[in-house]
């Protein structure tokens, strides 16, 4: 056992979410690395001092490159604008460092390249933060699928929908300006990671993509919408399978609809984000009257779970599926081995939304 420096690049949502992982993971998991909190970095020195006192690091800075180069950083967390994320890794891998980066990975298919790229030649392992497909109950469902448990997969559905920009007069914010920011840069992302986690490579796909409200309230009157607030694929998978993707950030009444269903020749699951800890199961089994779904509840029999908790049903929760991702960036850099999803896998989905805004454009099918 041995202690581990960590710098996180960013504070505020998702930096405070790696920082209590971070604090927490070796108590929960026993892990063989012990992080240690060693500097952290944001846009102002009061946030940043802030941030310090509040979460625990020995050190803060305003300077990314301060916190990359410091030797007493030993892995990067990276929970910046994705702007960023390109400089920040390259440097990063130049001195050796591991490397964990929210998604999306790159801010384009440029960016993500050149990263996938720097991480491979280097030889240091890497990871995408992509939490959601971490839920013991998402993990069950990959073993579901895997296993043949719900035999030859004929079809499957995936969305991810919240509703925080129904309202159309809620105020024009950074959300709603340049592409990165928009839905299919900011949700869409996860939905597609967990097709490609449960359902393999996506080889052609037809997407629409839309803004519902063009524009918003603003400090002086209207202000034009610059991206996308929801949007829907059909897809073709390598392996033959057809499905869909839906995003969107206008779903009055969803707060966290991250959810699927596939269905194939020996039985059904489904799964909603907003009940994490329940994965629906059908399997064709026994006489027809007796069959339909079951609601099984996770618990210290699925993966991951009892780590948390011993009872069943007691459930985990958001900041625990951030915990199993630290686990899992701890234990690449024991081993030096890389762990889904990598730098490549989030360049994947990358190439995916790519592709989905070609099609829209095209109003055309597309392969990838």
């Given amino acids: 056992m041995r202690d581990i420096g960590i710098?996180?690049?960013?504070?505020?949502?998702?930096?405070?979410?790696?920082?209590?992982?971070?604090?927490?993971?070796?108590?929960?998991?026993?892990?063989?690395?012990?992080?240690?909190?060693?500097?952290?970095?944001?846009?102002?020195d009061a946030s940043a001092e802030r941030y310090r006192a509040a979460y625990g690091f020995a050190h803060a800075t305003t300077d990314w490159r301060a916190l990359v180069t410091a030797p007493e950083v030993e892995a990067v967390v990276i929970?910046?604008?994705?702007?960023?994320?390109?400089?920040?890794?390259?440097?990063?891998?130049?001195?050796?460092?591991?490397?964990?980066?929210?998604?999306?990975?790159?801010?384009?298919?440029?960016?993500?390249?050149?990263?996938?790229?720097?991480?491979?030649?280097?030889?240091?392992?890497?990871?995408?933060?992509?939490?959601?497909?971490?839920?013991?109950?998402?993990?069950?469902?990959?073993?579901?699928?895997?296993?043949?448990?719900?035999?030859?997969?004929?079809?499957?559905?995936?969305?991810?929908?919240?509703?925080f920009l129904a309202d159309p007069d809620t105020p024009a914010n950074w959300r709603t300006e340049g592409r990165g920011t928009g839905c299919m840069g900011d949700l869409a992302p996860h939905p597609i990671n967990c097709a490609l986690a449960l359902m393999g490579p996506i080889a052609s796909l037809n997407a629409e993509i839309e803004t519902v409200h063009a524009t918003r309230p603003g400090p002086d009157g209207p202000v034009q919408v610059t991206n996308d607030?929801?949007?829907?694929?059909?897809?073709r998978f390598a392996s033959g399978v057809m499905g869909q993707i839906?995003?969107?950030?206008?779903?009055?009444?969803?707060?966290?609809?991250?959810?699927?269903?596939?269905?194939g020749s020996k039985g059904s699951i489904r799964f909603d984000q907003e009940d994490q800890n329940a994965l629906h199961v059908y399997l064709v089994d026994g006489p027809e009257a007796g069959r339909?779904?079951?609601?099984?509840?996770?618990?210290?029999?699925?993966?991951?779970?009892a780590a948390f908790c011993q009872g069943p049903g007691h459930g985990t929760g958001y900041q625990d599926q951030i915990i199993i991702e630290a686990r899992d960036f701890l234990r690449a850099i024991e081993t030096g081995k890389s762990i889904f999803p990598t730098f490549r896998d989030g360049m994947e989905v990358n190439r995916v939304v790519d592709a989905a805004w070609t099609s829209s454009e095209a109003r055309a099918w597309v392969d990838l």
Wanted: net charge positive.
């Fill in 292 to 305: 339909g779904f079951t609601k099984i509840l996770t618990g210290p029999a699925h993966p991951n779970y």
């Fill in 229 to 235: 607030d929801h949007a829907q694929m059909m897809l």
């Fill in 79 to 163: 929970a910046a604008p994705q702007s960023m994320h390109r400089r920040i890794a390259g440097a990063a891998f130049a001195l050796g460092k591991p490397v964990f980066c929210e998604k999306p990975l790159g801010q384009d298919m440029d960016d993500s390249q050149a990263m996938v790229d720097a991480a491979e030649a280097a030889g240091v392992v890497n990871m995408t933060g992509f939490n959601y497909v971490r839920t013991p109950a998402t993990q069950e469902a990959m073993r579901l699928v895997k296993s043949g448990a719900l035999g030859r997969i004929t079809w499957c559905r995936f969305e991810h929908t919240e509703d």
């Fill in 246 to 263: 839906y995003v969107s950030r206008t779903a009055t009444g969803r707060k966290m609809g991250y959810a699927y269903e596939i269905h």
């Fill in 7 to 44: 710098g996180i690049i960013g504070g505020g949502y998702m930096g405070k979410a790696h920082a209590v992982a971070m604090s927490a993971v070796g108590a929960v998991f026993e892990t063989n690395l012990r992080p240690r909190l060693e500097m952290v970095c944001a846009t102002s």
